[in-house]
Structures are given as structure tokens and as C-alpha cells.
């Protein structure tokens, strides 16, 4: 069992009581720590879910082709589901509120932000005119294609791969970001990549595609599966786990936090982001990649990188869209 002074603390406190530990985690007071909150998710299926095979049925970053120039904000067309929207006022976000960078609550504001939002938020804009007509929905990371498909959330930007697999039930917009999984290991680890951690438990959060690549290993990992990636981090600090497996951005918001973390190895997936949506009104999707476009071109896309990502660099070029 690794030792430090940090991580022996947190043990002793959370037996004193989780949230104890996640306010001391967060740095502040109050429930209105982004990891806090956590603990309210509902938890993921008690199931582990089964290791999937990929799904190379699709070349899954491609999207609907936008219909031509956007409409003005404030006049969607006619019968169209922006024009719900735009009657029902707001627009209805599925999204995370522990990925700190993409989505993850302001202590001292009480809101969710982050990059993901700032894509949805943009996507108001472009209905009504107005970026903070938007109504956040914390949903957990495996409710992410059901909330998109049965209308829940008008639209999921939450971390999310666009796979073949998660294309059978929504639809993605064209691609906003490239992300890759790499591994979380205490400071003093010797593993150099995750095919070093053969038989140590490596947690990622239910629902999410770092999960089945954990198993996917030819070391053999021991992927642990939690409802959230808050809830890893936590289980990491409490040596319940020895590594965290995800995106390379998630992980990057986890070490920022924990200051006995390091990511370690290089990218060993793609994770292409696209925002979900329902199937039933494909309008909406060929909507938001227009925006997307239009945000690409004009700098929107390099302006909201360098809010959330500056830190780790001068923008990159934005991924280039592609529609089949
Ligand atoms: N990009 C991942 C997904 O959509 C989330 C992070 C992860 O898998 O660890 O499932």
C-alpha cells in the first residue's frame, strides 16, 4: 500500500464521513463543492458492464452535413425542434459536474462550466441570441446516450467518444475535441504505461468507453468500475484502487487536484467528443454543426480552448469537421 501523509489523512477522515473528506478534497466549504455533489449521483447499475468488442461498423466522426447558413438567433424555422426550443425558452443540457476543465461546478458561483458547457452554451447563443439560456442537467456517465435518446436533454456535451456503437442510438455532432486515455498513478509509481499495471485495480467511471478499454489490456489490468470519475478519484486516494484510466482530459483536471497524482504513458485510444442528440429530429444535429462551423472559423473554438486548456498550450488547429 503506498504511504503518504496526504493520503493516510484522507483515509482516517473519510471514516469520519465522505463528505468531510470531499469538502477537505475540494478546498472549500459548504455542498457546493463540485465533488461534493457527487455523491447525490444516483449510483450506475450495480452490474458491471461487460467488456465490448469495438465496433468499427461506422467511421464515427462523421456527421450530418449542416442545411446551409444558419438562421438568425431568435428565428428558428418553423416546425423544426430549434423552434421548440426556442418556444420553450431554454435549452436542456446533459452533462457531468465533476470533470474539472469540462464540466464541473464553480465552488463560489454554484454553476456548471467548462468547456463542454461552453460548446452547449454556444449553441444557445446561436437559438436564442442569449448563451445563458440553459438549463443544466447533472446526469451520470452511463446515462449519457439514454438522456439523448429518449429527450431528457435536448443535447449531451459531456467528455463524450463518438463511437459506432453509441451512433446505433443518437446521433453525434461533427467532432469538437481530441482526447486520448491515459493512466493516473500515485507520484511515486514506477509504471511507465498502463501495460505495466497487469493485476492492479484500475478504476474508470460506469458507461464510460475507458472502462472496456481497461479490460481490453493485454497485461490484464483490473478494471473497477464507479458511477463517476469523482468517485475514482476518491477511491484512489483511499488506496481502494492503485490507477484512474480515462481521457487525458479528465485526468488532467484529477492531477490538478491531487498533488501525489501523475499521468503517465502516452495515448493509447482516440476519443473523439461529439455533443448527442436525439435521432428524431435530425435538423437539430445539422443546427449544431453549423454552429460548430461558424465557431471554428471565427475563433470561438480557439478563444473557448485557450479559457478551460490554456494551460497546457496554444490552442491546436479545431478537429476538421467531416459528414458522411
Ligand atoms: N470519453 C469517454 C466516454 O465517452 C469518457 C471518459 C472515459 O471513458 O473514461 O465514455
Not at 466522426?61 to 416546425?79: E, F, K, Q, W
Not at 498513478?185 to 475507458?210: F, M, N
Amino acid at each position: 500500500m503506498r504511504r503518504h501523509p496526504m493520503r493516510s489523512a484522507i483515509t482516517r477522515l473519510a471514516a469520519a464521513g465522505t463528505a468531510a473528506l470531499l469538502l477537505l478534497l475540494a478546498g472549500c466549504s459548504g455542498d457546493s463543492s463540485p465533488l461534493a455533489r457527487t455523491t447525490s449521483k444516483p449510483p450506475a447499475s450495480a452490474a458491471a458492464p461487460a467488456h465490448a468488442a469495438p465496433d468499427t461498423s461506422c467511421n464515427p466522426r462523421a456527421s450530418l452535413r449542416p442545411a446551409g447558413a444558419l438562421p438568425a438567433p431568435g428565428h428558428m424555422p418553423a416546425g423544426s425542434y430549434m423552434a421548440k426550443i426556442q418556444a420553450r425558452g431554454r435549452l436542456v443540457l446533459g452533462t457531468s459536474q465533476d470533470t474539472l476543465l469540462f464540466s464541473s461546478r464553480n465552488p463560489f458561483t454554484g454553476k456548471v462550466e467548462g468547456f463542454d458547457v461552453d460548446m452547449a452554451r454556444q449553441v444557445a447563443a446561436a437559438i436564442f441570441g442569449d448563451p445563458d439560456r440553459i438549463q443544466i442537467k447533472v446526469i451520470g456517465y452511463d446515462k449519457r446516450v439514454s438522456s439523448a435518446r429518449d429527450g431528457s436533454v435536448d443535447i449531451v456535451a459531456d467528455t463524450m467518444t463518438a463511437n459506432c456503437a453509441r451512433w446505433k442510438d443518437v446521433n453525434f455532432s461533427s467532432i469538437y475535441y481530441e482526447a486520448g486515455q491515459r493512466v493516473l498513478v500515485s507520484s511515486d509509481s514506477k509504471a511507465r504505461t498502463i501495460q505495466d499495471l497487469g493485476g492492479k485495480r484500475v478504476c474508470a467511471a460506469s458507461g464510460s468507453t475507458s472502462y472496456d478499454n481497461i479490460g481490453a489490456v493485454a497485461t490484464k489490468p483490473i478494471p473497477v468500475a464507479k458511477p463517476a470519475f469523482g468517485d475514482c478519484l476518491v477511491a484512489f486516494q483511499q488506496n481502494e484502487v492503485d490507477a484512474i484510466s480515462t481521457d487525458d482530459t479528465i485526468l488532467a483536471g484529477m492531477a490538478a487536484q491531487d498533488p501525489y497524482a501523475k499521468v503517465i504513458g502516452p495515448k493509447f485510444t482516440q476519443e473523439p467528443y461529439g455533443m448527442a442528440m436525439s435521432q428524431e429530429h435530425p435538423e437539430f444535429t445539422r443546427f449544431v454543426n453549423a454552429v460548430l462551423e461558424k465557431n471554428r472559423a471565427d475563433g470561438t473554438w480557439a478563444a473557448t480552448y485557450k479559457k478551460w486548456l490554456g494551460a497546457f498550450g496554444a490552442p491546436p488547429a479545431p478537429p476538421k469537421a467531416e459528414y458522411r
